[in-house]
């Protein structure tokens, strides 16, 4: 399992921040999403690390924020 914190991410609009949470949603062996305050954290199961790298960039870059693996 990885643990990955991504920066407070900051919305246009509720479309915007529901796009954010669907492009998460969609990586593979995602287990569990916890919105707090500090950030968004991510727990993945089983993940295959150099796709799940490439998704976290893009979805990153998208929305200017950055992530940072927790723990592996």
Request: hydrophobic residues 45%; glycine residues 4%.
């Given at each position: 399992?990885?643990?990955?914190?991504?920066t407070p991410p900051?919305?246009?609009?509720?479309?915007?921040e529901d796009a954010?949470?669907?492009?998460?949603?969609?990586?593979?062996?995602?287990?569990?999403v916890v919105d707090?305050?500090?950030?968004?954290?991510?727990?993945?199961?089983?993940?295959?690390?150099?796709?799940?790298?490439?998704?976290?960039?893009?979805?990153?870059?998208?929305?200017?924020?950055?992530?940072?693996?927790?723990?592996?």
């Amino acid at each position: 399992m990885i643990q990955i914190s991504i920066t407070p991410p900051v919305f246009k609009c509720l479309t915007d921040e529901d796009a954010f949470y669907q492009r998460l949603s969609e990586i593979k062996g995602l287990q569990k999403v916890v919105d707090q305050k500090d950030g968004v954290f991510l727990s993945v199961a089983m993940p295959q690390t150099p796709q799940l790298l490439t998704e976290l960039d893009q979805i990153c870059a998208f929305w200017g924020v950055s992530y940072l693996v927790v723990s592996a």
